[in-house]
C-alpha cells in the first residue's frame, strides 16, 4: 500500500536532515533556502518488534518490513501561495501526498539561519498553515465558482459539492484549515476530489538539537507554553526530534545508537517515535505472515475485511478468498507452535466478514 507522508516547513529548519536520518537517502540539506528543488521520495521500514519475534520463531530466511514513504519537500515561505519561493511547484507536490509532516525548530543556533531571524515556532506554524490555507482556499473558490451551472440545471451531485463548498470557502477565507469542516457521508468523497492540503492529518515534529538551547527546556520560556497550548487547543500530535544526532547516527546498528545518543546527550529514539506515528496517523495497522521461506509484515487500513486485507498481498485474493486461518501473534509464540495452535482451538478459521485486527498472524485460503 502506497501511501506517503509530505514533510514541509520553513527554510533550514532540519527538513532535508530528517530525510536523510528516516530514509538513509542523500539528499541535499545545506544551510541555505530551496537546496531541495524536487521532492526526494524515500520508503521507511516502521520500527515492530514483533516481526523480529515472529521471524526467529519461524527460522525465516527472510524478513519484510512494513513501511511508508515520507517525501522531502523544499521549504515553504510566506508568499508561497502566490508562487514565491517556487511555492506553486512546491504546494503541488504536498496535494499529492495522504499526511503532512511538518518541521518546527525549537533549537536556537546563531550558525543556522532562520528565515525570520528569531526562533518562534508557533509563528513558524501558523506562517506555514496560513500558506497551505491560502492555497486551498483558491482551489475551492475556483471549483464554487466553476459549479453553479451544474448546480442550477438540478445535479444532485452538484448540489452536494456545493452545500460543503457553502461551509468550505468561509471557513477557509477565515484562515481555518479544511480539516475543522466535517463532511457527511454524501459530501465525503467530493471533499476528497478537491485534494486539500489541509484536510489532511497533520502531525508536527519539533526538531531540536544536542548541545543548543532548546525551548522544551527553557523553564517559563512563552513561546513553548504557547506552542503547547495551540496543540491542546486544536488536538494535534506532535513528537520531538533531534534530526542532526539521528541523521549522524542513521548507519550504526542499534547498540551503538543507543550509545552515542547517552553520551550526546540523546536519549530518546525521536526518529522511530515519528515513523510509528505517522503509520498510525494515517490509519495504518499491520497483520503478518510467517514460515521458513519468510516473514512478512503487512499494511493495510484499519477496518478491512480478510478478504480486502489479501490484496495487500494479491489482488486476485479478494475475488478467490474462501477462508483465513488467524491467530494473535504472541499467542502463536505462547502456545510454540501452527500445530499446537490448531489443536487447541487457538488457531480460528475465519470467513469474509472477519475485520483484520492489529497483530494478526493470517494465513488465507483461496
Request: include cysteine; charge should be negative.
Amino acid at each position: 500500500m502506497a501511501l506517503s507522508i509530505g514533510i514541509v516547513g520553513l527554510p533550514n529548519v532540519g527538513k532535508s536532515t530528517l530525510f536523510n536520518a528516516l530514509t538513509r537517502k542523500s539528499v541535499p540539506a545545506e544551510n541555505y533556502p530551496f537546496c531541495t528543488i524536487d521532492p526526494s521520495v524515500g520508503v521507511v521500514a516502521v520500527p515492530d518488534e514483533r516481526l523480529g519475534k515472529l521471524s526467529q520463531f519461524s527460522v525465516s530466511e527472510k524478513t519484510v518490513p512494513a513501511a511508508v514513504e515520507f517525501t522531502d519537500i523544499a521549504g515553504l515561505v510566506k508568499g508561497a501561495s502566490e508562487g514565491e519561493g517556487l511555492g506553486n511547484q512546491f504546494l503541488s507536490h504536498i496535494r499529492e501526498t495522504d499526511a503532512i509532516a511538518e518541521v518546527v525548530r525549537i533549537f536556537e543556533d546563531d550558525n543556522i539561519i532562520h528565515v525570520d531571524s528569531r526562533i518562534d515556532p508557533l509563528k513558524d506554524i501558523e506562517v506555514i498553515n496560513l500558506e497551505l490555507v491560502l492555497a486551498d482556499l483558491q482551489t475551492a473558490a475556483k471549483r464554487k465558482g466553476s459549479i453553479g451551472k451544474e448546480v442550477k440545471a438540478g445535479k444532485k451531485d452538484a448540489v452536494i459539492e456545493a452545500g460543503l463548498l457553502e461551509r468550505l470557502v468561509p471557513a477557509l477565507e477565515a484562515g481555518k484549515m479544511a480539516s475543522t469542516i466535517q463532511a457527511n457521508e454524501f459530501e465525503a468523497p467530493f471533499l476528497k476530489q478537491l485534494c486539500l492540503i489541509t484536510a489532511k492529518p497533520f502531525i508536527y515534529v519539533l526538531n531540536k538539537k544536542a548541545g543548543a538551547r532548546n525551548l522544551d527546556e527553557l523553564a517559563g520560556d512563552e513561546r513553548w507554553a504557547r506552542l503547547i497550548n495551540f496543540f491542546k487547543e486544536t488536538n494535534a500530535g506532535y513528537v520531538i526530534v533531534d534530526a542532526g544526532i539521528e541523521n549522524e547516527l542513521k548507519d550504526l546498528d542499534e547498540e551503538d545508537k543507543m550509545e552515542m545518543r547517552e553520551g550526546l546527550g540523546s536519549h530518546d529514539d525521536g526518529v522511530n517515535n515519528l515513523i510509528r506515528k505517522g503509520y498510525d496517523m494515517l490509519g495504518l495497522i499491520t497483520y503478518f505472515t510467517t514460515g521458513t521461506d519468510e516473514t512478512r509484515a503487512w499494511t493495510i487500513k484499519k477496518g478491512w475485511t480478510a478478504p480486502e486485507a489479501g490484496t495487500a498481498i494479491h489482488g486476485d485474493f479478494k475475488e478467490k478468498f474462501v477462508r483465513a486461518e488467524v491467530i494473535n501473534w504472541q499467542e502463536l509464540l505462547n502456545v510454540g507452535s501452527f500445530a499446537l495452535a490448531r489443536e487447541k482451538g487457538i488457531l480460528r478459521t475465519e470467513g469474509k466478514e472477519y475485520v483484520v485486527k492489529d497483530g494478526d498472524v493470517i494465513e488465507f485460503k483461496i
